[in-house]
């Protein structure tokens, strides 16, 4: 798309997404949401209270998070993802299914208050990372150097040059270099942690970048389980994408990472969110085996998925748009 294209898309959006806010400040849209049927899962991540973009794209505000929880109360129906895969949905709303992903200490810190202010049901998909000592998921470090570091790295015998985007990308072959590492096992991953921490010290940074990394300790995981609105499932053992490394290692986190769990929390953890929604047909095997009967992805890759009754796919919130325009694009699944 051309430059001018661009702008001119942008420019309609964003005209089409103010006419929706004035709409709905005189109530026009008020059938819209009252009249919708259906159901959605809805995936969050990480909260903060400022800055959502600081590091990583897919943060979103406190105060943007409540404002979603409001609307959920006001026109859906809330269900947990047990019930969302018995189907025990309203008939009258439109039924949300609220999932977080990372196990990052800010759902603990912030969202698990509003669970009980809202009386809401979320799951929350939580790694095993801290059962190997670290408490900072690789890309979220990868996200801190991509802001810190140079105009250019050199990493591996590879140049790698920083775009606008504070994103890398090979000067060999034009690859980024967080892709690179998507595709390696999490010895990769460490290494590349272990070299380039000092263009991001994030332990010795100041303490208000730590709702932006820091993982949940097994205590506070095991006291977010306590709570009458909460499940706990699997995001995988190191956050690796289990589509792409070797399928025995899949297996392993798998296993490994749902008896991490269920030692901390004492229940049994039957779902599973697939890291970056990726997955193939060994993946689904192999998961099935470990003893997940939910399996949760982004979106499928085949029509064979549409029967398979342990899959369900979710739709990810996107932080940069108003709650109006995130609710109507949850009911249709659909950014415009």
Partial sequence: MMPAQ????????????????????????????????????????????????????IFIKLKTLEKHFQFYKKYFNVVSLNDYYEQKFSEDKFNICITFDDGYANNHKYVLYLLAKYQLPATFFITAI?????????????????????????????????????????????????????????????????????????RDSKPDNEDYWLQMTPQQIRELSLSPFTTIGSHGYYHNDLARININDASQEMVRSKQYLENIIDQPVNSLAFPYGSYNRGVIRASKNAGYSQLLCTDFNSSEDLTDTTMRERFTVNPFINTLNQMRATVTRRYE
């Fill in 6 to 57: 661009r702008i001119g898309t942008k420019l309609y959006r964003e005209a089409k997404y103010f006419g929706r806010d004035i709409s709905h400040l005189l109530g026009f849209d008020e059938g819209f949401f009252r009249n919708a049927r259906g159901s959605r899962i809805v995936i969050y991540h990480g909260v903060c209270l400022t800055d959502h973009t600081r590091f990583n794209p």
């Fill in 130 to 202: 801290r059962n190997e000592g670290f408490d900072i998921l690789w890309n979220d470090f990868l996200g801190m150097v991509q802001v810190y570091g140079p105009k250019q790295l050199y990493y591996n015998d590879q140049w790698f040059e920083k775009n606008r985007f504070n994103q890398y990308f090979s000067e060999q072959n034009g690859e980024k270099f967080v892709e690179m590492l998507r595709s390696g096992g999490f010895d990769v991953k460490q290494e590349m942690m272990n070299l380039l921490y000092p263009l991001a010290p994030y």
